[in-house]
């Protein structure tokens, strides 16, 4: 009889740890939640603190948080029973089978009273222990064709990774290829698994910071049957395990493990100008005064500007934390002027120092960056030239790069600052980082480096105004950058293919835990994009929490809303449909924040029971309500939408016409106007006063009903507040509604003191809607708060 290789050592309150003699490996199970386990497999322990798990928390301190406070978790009874060769640990909700002769794990999930068995280790070589399979860190697990893998953060290619292989490393990949570019700017070691015939859905998160491999189905090995896998360089296997069992509360759960999404101000949800061109321009300055008076003579609503790095150059190499004052003569003045438009700013920062930086030699001296082997500055490739990367595991960096914030930008009136090229590509395997004390493998802290670099971003802001809500652009980070920042796709290519998967590359973002993002609308590289193309771009983008047109295209156009005169009419009034949206938005971002509910999502997140929305498609959801089927293809004036299984069916939000749900309509797609669903029972707040770029604060509170045909019921909400200061006065609307076939109740729950600045709020039914309506108990269209 084989001789057990693992053996019980120790039971806790909330763990069980095996020993092997033979190997010197110990495994721990920590029982966290009823529907989450940690598994910790290690030879020596390489790292005691976490920055990505942060469960349900706002910030983790700077040196990291200790993995062994539980005081996040609820840390429920367990159960064990120990048999010869295997041991099982279970909750209520799942069970984990350990065979302790060769180190496979069993993961089952209680359904009606049975355990099913949902996933499992791969039997043969399932762990890397001895570096039998090779240098670094390898989980294999089982693999079966009727399983869907989602997740991985921001990849290329369709939702479903089912049978491909992504490198989790940050890579400066402008003009990237949205269908099959890998890797990209992201470090997101998780994914979610759904099994198409249980309909069971689980989700595995590495807290691994270093560069890895996940392989979904690519490889094959007749050894080995069956496979997949992750493969990390550095640190420790560190992996938590979840159960749904469904997708929605697979996502929520992620989220919540690496922390709450930042509920910005409400003016970052507005249009964002922005261009390389201006910034780079010897008379910088006059053309972004030129900006700000072109929106409000083509009365094009802007709340903020992107300014790029253009404004530090010395010659044509960028230098962060100078002024070219010869550019921009008059920073302050500059910002004075933007904010007498009513525009924040964003100013580009990048952790970068090139060799010839002013202040170069003084961090250099202080080992203030990442170091060689030799116990200097490692140098690397940035931009066109040499520079050294800044090491934020120092607190010496961390500190100055604070102190540079405050007295080089926000003493300036600059409101906002843009974490950008953080991908920290660092290829020494000799590299180093401070370690916060303690010298370590510069791998072993990759993915740290850019989250570290957002939170001394984020700090400053908040000791320089913390009145104010911080708001901070990254556009590298790791799990957990949700803390502190909105985020983007990074510098995409102009085509028609981009906008249909940076689609896809969004949802697999809000399916990992990160929300608030958005894309370059009309394609940051390449070149300029075509009417039609940037109309249909500008389309999708009002629809995603972050909308911006930014550009740097190879022609030397840019890419701004009046670009085609002929056009600008339909632009103008997209953008000012996207500012009518900014209640509902602003309340997704709220429920984002408070309930970890995702903003853009595929329809199977709400349908998941209507196998046809599992089909690859270019359609998403925005909140709960509204069904946005983008145009993606070049001369498409008609669009094909499928419509999920929904009692209540939906309306074109448009027109108020009803469809019943599980069919697939044709809706009328012109230039003029994107074509946009509501799913029946949603309430849509929209601000419907008459604005222009010189009068953009006027609000006036519209509700558009959408109710169900006949019988039914539907719960919305409403979330106000001042938009932008730290306090917590706010104002919750709730809003029931019950129909019959005669009538249409409305229950109006109002919570909260804050007083927003309109008094009443109008109710909208679609034009054929002839059931009378009533508002708490009386009949009107109108309520007065």
Known sequence: MEKTKFCLKEKTQHSVTFHSPVTNYSITVYVLE????????????????????????????????????????????????????????????????IDLTKLVLFWYYKKDDKWILIANDRKTQSYNMDSRLGEGIYHYMERHPDEQYFGLGEKAGNVNKYGKRFRMVSYDAMGYDAEFTDPLYKHVPYYLTRNVNTNISYGIFYDSMSSSVFDMGLELDNYHGHYRYFQSDEGDLDYYFFVGPTIEKVVKRVSWLTGKTILPPKWSLGYSGSTMSYTDAPNAQDKLEEFMERTEKEDILCDSFQLSSGYTSIGDKRYVFNWNTQKVPDPQGLMENFHKHGIKVCANIKPCLLIDHPAYQELHARSMFIQNGAGGSEVSQFWDDLGSYLDFSNQETFTWWKDRVKDSLLKYGIDSTWNDNNEFEVWNKEAVCHGFGTKAPFERFRALQPLLMMK??????????????????????????????????????????????????????????????????????????????????????????????????????????????????????????????????????????????????????????????????????????????????????????????????????????????????????????????????????????????????????????????????????????????????????????????????????????????????????????????????????????
């Open 34 to 97: 009823d529907d989450l386990f940690r598994v910790y497999l290690r030879e020596k322990e390489l790292l005691s603190k976490t920055w990505m798990v942060a469960p349900g928390m706002e910030d983790v301190p700077y040196e990291g948080r200790e993995k062994t406070d539980f005081s996040p978790f609820s840390l429920p009874t367990y159960h064990i029973t120990e048999e010869d060769h295997s041991c099982s640990i279970e909750t209520e909700k799942i069970k984990v089978t």
């Open 456 to 785: 001394a971003s984020y700090e400053a802001q908040k000791e320089y105004d913390p009145e104010s809500r911080p708001f901070l652009i990254s556009r590298s980070g790791c799990s957990g950058m949700q803390r502190y920042v909105q985020t983007w796709s990074g510098d995409n290519y102009t085509s028609w293919k981009t906008i249909k998967f940076n689609i896809k590359m969004g949802i697999s973002l809000s399916l990992s835990g990160i929300y608030n993002f958005g894309h370059d609308v009309g394609g940051f590289s390449g070149p300029s994009p075509e009417p039609e193309l940037l109309i249909r771009w500008v389309q999708n983008g009002i629809f995603h929490p972050r909308f911006t047109i930014h550009s740097w295209n190879d022609d030397e156009t840019v890419n701004e809303p009046w670009m085609y005169p002929e056009y600008t009419t339909i632009i103008r009034e997209l953008i000012k449909f996207r500012h009518a949206l900014t209640p509902y938005f602003y309340t997704a971002l709220y429920l984002a924040h408070a309930e970890y509910d995702p903003i853009i999502k595929p329809t199977f997140y709400q349908f998941e029971n209507d196998k046809q929305t599992f089909e690859e498609c270019d359609d998403f959801m925005v909140g709960e309500w509204l069904l946005v089927p983008s145009v993606v293809k070049k001369g498409e004036k008609l669009r094909n939408v499928y419509l999920p299984e929904h009692s209540y069916g939906w309306y074109d939000f448009h027109t108020g016409k009803h469809y019943n749900g599980g069919q697939t309509i044709t809706l009328n797609a012109p230039l003029e106007q994107p074509p946009l669903l509501v799913k029946a029972g949603g309430m849509i707040p929209l601000n419907k006063a008459e604005v222009t770029a010189a009068a953009k604060e006027k609000d006036q509170r519209e509700i558009r009903l959408f109710p169900p045909k006949g019988q039914g019921e539907a719960v919305s909400m409403l979330y106000e507040d001042d938009g932008i200061s730290n306090q917590s006065n706010s104002l919750i609307f709730t809003f029931k509604m019950i129909c019959t076939t005669e009538m249409i109740e409305l229950e109006v729950i109002q919570e909260g003191s804050y007083q927003p600045s309109y008094s009443e709020m109008t109710f909208v039914l679609p034009k054929d809607e002839a059931r009378q309506v009533t508002i708490n108990g009386k009949p009107a269209k109108t309520l007065t708060i």
